[in-house]
Structures are given as C-alpha cells and as structure tokens.
C-alpha cells in the first residue's frame, strides 16, 4: 500500500478512442509526474507537474496531456490512441525520500 | 546514447552472497540517483536515493555514486530469495526523469 490511488486498474479501448488516467493521494503532494511501461522495458517520463503547471516533458507527443487540480489530485489524458499505446501507466508523487509510484493503470489498445 | 543504461541481466547470485547491479548515466548535470525494485506486475518501489559522490548505507543497502565517472551501483549483501525482481536504475537531471531498462536479478536458495 504506497497511499498512491491510480484508477482504473485495468482498461481497454479501441484504436482511436480517447483515454482518461487518474491518480490521487490521501496526502497533498505538489509535483506529480506520469510514466508509460511497456512489458519489458524502464518506465518512460512522459510529463510532470508542479502546483497545476506541467514543468518537464519527455519524448511523448502533444496527444499525451494532463492536468493536475488544486487538490493535487491528477489526470493523464491520451487522444488518438494507437496499438502501441497499451503499456502501464504510473503516476508518482514527490516526497522528500524521493518519487511513491501509485500501483498502475494498465492500458490496452485493440 | 541513451540517457540510463543497466545490464538487463539476468543476474544469478547464491542465498547469501552480495549482488552488485550497475548503471551508467549520459547527462553530467544530474543531480540525484534513485534505486527501484519491482516484482512482476507490480509497480517500482523506492529502494534508496543518493545525491552525492560516495556511499550511502541503508541496511542490506548500499548505494554507491561516482559523478566524475557517470556511475551509481547498488550492493545488495546477505542476498535473499525476496530480493529477486527487476532493479531500476533512475536519474533526475532537472525537471526531468529517467529510468534505465532494468536488471534482472534471481536469488538462489
């Protein structure tokens, strides 16, 4: 139990289709940071935010946004999807011993 | 090149021996080092960070910074069967993140 809410645990969507990942936590964290793991390979950066600004952004096209909300919950959006998109998506959060990740949304894009 | 790289393994150690998993990193303006464990169809769980050059002791734990070479390792000692995962490898240079693919690593009982 890392106190990091991802939901939902499991999805599939159509090629296409819009998707919407959501990410919470029971205590404030002001930076929040998003990462896609396809099977067998590192998680990859997809963006970051900090107090509802995204402050850093990987190698991820403009399809993948996000917000965060004052209550520092998040959301990660991904427009167009593509087969390739399916993956596992983990938001983290920021503490002071380093980055919690919240236990993954795992997509699947058919 | 890219910007974290690990040996994916997979790496066999006997119950009790020390493993040392290792990681090389491109950009020299990174600030802080982080290792992760993760079992299979788990999500990565924070095993220790470092920030300066050195050593950094956390229990069985030792995480180990080389700035000048591009290097951080983490030893694990008194290696047991629940320590066998997948070790990442992950850099923060600026506002951004990376991790490297990950080793692999089983305990022997």
């Known amino acids: 139990?890392?106190?990091?809410?991802?939901?939902?645990?499991?999805?599939?969507?159509?090629?296409?289709?819009?998707?919407?990942?959501?990410?919470?936590?029971?205590?404030?964290?002001?930076?929040?940071?998003?990462?896609?793991?396809?099977?067998?390979?590192?998680p990859q950066f997809?963006?970051?935010?900090?107090?509802?600004?995204?402050?850093?952004?990987?190698?991820?096209?403009?399809?993948?946004?996000?917000?965060?909300?004052?209550?520092?919950?998040?959301?990660?959006?991904?427009?167009?999807?593509?087969?390739?998109?399916?993956?596992?998506?983990?938001?983290?959060?920021?503490?002071?011993?380093?980055?919690?990740?919240g236990s993954g949304t795992r997509?699947?894009?058919? | 090149?890219?910007?974290?790289?690990?040996?994916?393994g997979p790496l066999s150690v006997p119950e009790g021996a020390i493993a040392s998993l290792n990681c090389t990193y491109s950009d020299r303006g990174s600030q802080s080092f982080f290792w992760y464990r993760q079992y299979s169809g788990k999500s990565p769980e924070l095993i220790m960070f470092i920030y300066s050059n050195g050593d950094k002791e956390d229990g069985r734990f030792t995480a180990q910074l080389n700035k000048a070479s591009q290097y951080v390792s983490l030893l694990i000692r008194?290696?047991?069967?629940?320590?066998?995962?997948?070790?990442?490898?992950?850099?923060?240079?600026?506002?951004?993140f990376y991790f490297g693919t990950g080793t692999s690593l089983t305990v022997i009982p």
Do not use: M
């Open chain 1, 46 to 101: 997809i963006f970051q935010y900090y107090r509802e600004e995204e402050n850093g952004r990987g190698n991820f096209p403009p399809r993948f946004s996000g917000l965060q909300f004052p209550n520092y919950s998040s959301e990660l959006n991904v427009n167009a999807l593509e087969l390739d998109d399916s993956a596992l998506y983990l938001c983290a959060l920021r503490g002071t011993g380093g980055y919690t990740f």
């Open chain 1, 1 to 42: 139990e890392t106190g990091v809410t991802q939901s939902p645990t499991h999805l599939i969507k159509t090629r296409g289709q819009q998707v919407t990942l959501r990410c919470s936590s029971q205590s404030g964290h002001n930076t929040v940071s998003w990462y896609q793991q396809a099977l067998g390979q590192g």
């Open chain 2, 78 to 96: 008194d290696s047991q069967p629940s320590d066998s995962a997948t070790y990442l490898c992950a850099v923060n240079t600026g506002n951004q």
């Open chain 2, 1 to 8: 090149q890219k910007e974290v790289e690990q040996n994916s």
């Open chain 1, 107 to 110: 997509l699947t894009v058919v």
